[in-house]
Every structure is written in structure tokens, then in C-alpha cells.
């Protein structure tokens, strides 16, 4: 069993800032890839921005230069910092990642989600 715990969300005005954190624990033997997500009110969900386990990254190009992923692999952890907030940032935000074991993929897995409203 795998339980990813979400962290961060909240209200914040346009211009803004927040910091999500999503928390892996159980059994896990290693993590490939991690991921945040966001699903918008009558949107479909897209990926935000992804982290490898060696640390590349890449963001959507609707983010870039305002959103960071950043990971914590003692803490199997992920963060989004996510800067100069806009309306249209306002969705439920997820983490996703790989597991690996012995090198072979091992399940991937959602988090619960975390709502993150921007507005005045």
C-alpha cells in the first residue's frame, strides 16, 4: 500500500503565492518520476510540471517562470512553488508518481488532490 498526502492548497489573491507539498509513505522502494497535475472547473486535467529522480524538469508552458518542482527524495516528497498566481490557476491540484522496484515500474499512483483558488 502507497498513501501520497497532499499539502498547500488554499485561497490566495491574484499575484500570490503557495507552496504544495505531497508526501509519499508505505511501501515504496524507490521513486521514478513525480508529477503535479490540475484539473480546472470544466477543464480537463493537464500536467503541470514534472520532476525525473534525477531532477529534470519540466513545466507547462502556461507556468513557466511562475511554478517550480522541486523533490525531496529522502522525505519522498514533492513540492510546487507556484508564484504570481492567476485566475486561471485555480483548479484541484494532484501529485502523481512511478514507483520503482529493482529497476522495473512498480505502480503509479494519484494523490487525493488539494484545491487551490486564486482570487480577490
Known amino acids: 500500500q502507497v498513501q501520497l498526502v497532499e499539502s498547500g492548497g488554499g485561497l490566495v489573491q491574484p499575484g500570490g503565492s503557495l507552496r504544495l507539498s505531497c508526501a509519499a509513505s508505505g511501501s515504496i522502494f524507490s521513486i521514478d518520476a513525480m508529477a503535479w497535475y490540475r484539473q480546472g472547473p470544466g477543464k480537463q486535467r493537464e500536467l503541470v510540471a514534472g520532476?525525473?529522480?534525477?531532477?529534470?524538469?519540466k513545466q507547462a508552458d502556461s507556468v513557466k517562470g511562475r511554478f517550480t518542482i522541486s523533490r525531496d527524495n529522502a522525505k519522498n516528497t514533492v513540492y510546487l512553488q507556484m508564484n504570481s498566481l492567476k485566475p486561471e490557476d485555480t483548479a484541484v491540484y494532484y501529485c502523481?508518481?512511478?514507483?520503482?522496484?529493482?529497476?522495473?515500474?512498480?505502480?503509479?499512483?494519484w494523490g487525493q488532490g488539494t484545491q487551490v483558488t486564486v482570487s480577490s
Open positions: 520532476i525525473t529522480s534525477g531532477g529534470t524538469t
Open positions: 502523481n508518481l512511478d514507483l520503482l522496484l529493482d529497476g522495473l515500474p512498480d505502480g503509479n499512483y
